[in-house]
């Protein structure tokens, strides 16, 4: 479904150059919930970020069903990135002045009924409706994720990135946002990275990064 081939993600600074990402070849599978683990600086979010679409390849490419980034059109990609991708980050992005619902109606590529019903459902899903009509101060962090997470699955979409949704949370709340994250796998893919491989005990897949190459692949049967 999406694949990158020979990816690479380079920074040339002064003198030298850094490969944050080295010639990576990812595959994601319809519907899996894929792990992407490994320490500081091993190029995990950077891999992310090219997968994505947020930053274009120094050398190799990425497709989506098929579809080349570099032979996309700027203007195609950044729709592709809108309609059929989902984001998460470990810092939430929430609006401060609007409301749990309002936040999670941001996200929304129409902003009509069948929407609005739709953010309704997510948010009950996730465990926010009391919390509904309140502002983003007024909740706990965790809370905060969660409505992060609802307006990210908005509009349904074929892959959702998560970069370290977890790790201004304590382990407790982390797991339940892991797990309501794998609750959507199925209906899309997940892509989640981490530097903590205990949150990826629901993983089907996962990629171990170090020094922006991968080293090792490892299938989890029986998660499904
Ligand atoms: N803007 C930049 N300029 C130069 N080097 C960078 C830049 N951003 C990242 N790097 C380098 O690229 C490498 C990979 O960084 P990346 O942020 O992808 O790692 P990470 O695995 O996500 O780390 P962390 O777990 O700390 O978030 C690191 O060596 C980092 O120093
Ligand atoms: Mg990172």
Redesign the pocket.
Known sequence: MLETREVSLI?R?GDGV?Y?VKKANVRVNQGEFLGLV?P???????LLYLMSGLKSASEGDVAFEGNSYQSLQNGKLIELRRKRYGFIFQQHFLINYLTVFENVMVGALEQNSVSRQRAKELIAELGLEKQSRRLPWQLSIGQRQRVAIARALINEPAIVFAD?PTAALDHATGHQVVDLLAHYRGHGSIVF?T?DPEMLTQADRVIR?RD?EIIAEEKRNGNR
């Open positions: 920074y600074n850094t944050a490994g500081s600086g091993s190029g995990k979010s950077s370290e990275v530097h990064m922006g």
